[in-house]
């Protein structure tokens, strides 16, 4: 599983890096870099792993490109299907790479905080990319499936015609329930997860009850159906990568 776990990594760092400063090729070059780096660091050094990490950076580049691409007005199915095939290639081939060491591997077994005391190189890799992706990545795929499925115009985003303007703190919002489900998911509390779930629509309703004078739905609410869906779909896969 390691090379899934850089390549989320390499994904999730390029995306972080566009949220601070958005700056075309440099910050896909970033997470490239970031995934290159994290794998070294894992002992990914064998022919076949070195040739992985190239192919992930490569990917981590095509991932950034596409999405800006589709955020300017493109096909935003396209970034969908790059990360897709990329994680599906990467699942079928996840047999293949040793198990990771390295110096992370030294350092998880020097390490004296408890809560990573018998954690793997390879299980600590992927928990680092899942949590990454809750974060940045998490709302990109959101605003793309939006705009794949028409609910939003990617030439919408920050205008007032943007629903994202009259549901304020969904950028906030959306990471921080991620990580809260990713979380309580891997604790076992899936009762408190689904509190969280529910938390997020009763907080919601009155503004999406003003919205929705009409018999039909309105594009309020589904975008607010839609995104939440999404996000906590990006969540509940990540929980299913770390699945035991």
Not at 14 to 23: E, F, G, I, S, Y
Not at 54 to 73: D, H, K, N, S
Not at 139 to 163: E, I, K, M, W
């Amino acid at each position: 599983m390691s090379w899934i776990a850089v390549l989320l990594v390499g994904i999730a760092v390029a995306d972080l890096a566009h949220t601070v400063r958005p700056v075309p090729v440099v910050n896909e070059c970033i997470g490239a870099a970031a995934a290159v780096w994290v794998g070294l660091l894992a002992g990914l050094t064998a022919p076949v792993d070195l040739v992985a990490l190239l192919v992930v950076a490569a990917i981590t580049v095509a991932w950034g490109q596409t999405v800006t691409r589709a955020f300017a007005g493109g096909r935003a199915w396209v970034p969908l299907l790059v990360l897709g095939s990329a994680l599906a290639v990467a699942v079928l081939t996840s047999g293949i790479p040793d198990p990771a060491g390295g110096v992370l591997g030294d350092w998880l077994d020097d390490v004296g905080l408890p809560v990573l005391h018998g954690l793997s190189a390879d299980r600590a890799l992927l928990l680092l990319g899942t949590f990454l992706v809750q974060l940045s990545t998490g709302n990109v795929l959101v605003r793309l499936v939006l705009a794949a499925t028409g609910t939003v115009s990617p030439a919408d985003h920050d205008t007032v015609n943007d629903p994202e303007q009259q549901l304020k703190g969904g950028r906030l919002l959306g990471p921080m329930e991620r990580v809260f489900i990713l979380g309580l998911g891997l604790a076992g509390q899936w009762t408190a997860a689904g509190v969280v779930v529910a938390a997020k629509g009763l907080l919601r309703w009155p503004e999406l009850r003003t919205e929705t004078a009409q018999a039909r739905i309105h594009r309020l609410t589904e975008y607010f159906l839609v995104g939440s869906f999404v996000s906590w779909l990006t969540a509940l896969a990540a929980l299913l990568l770390l699945a035991d």
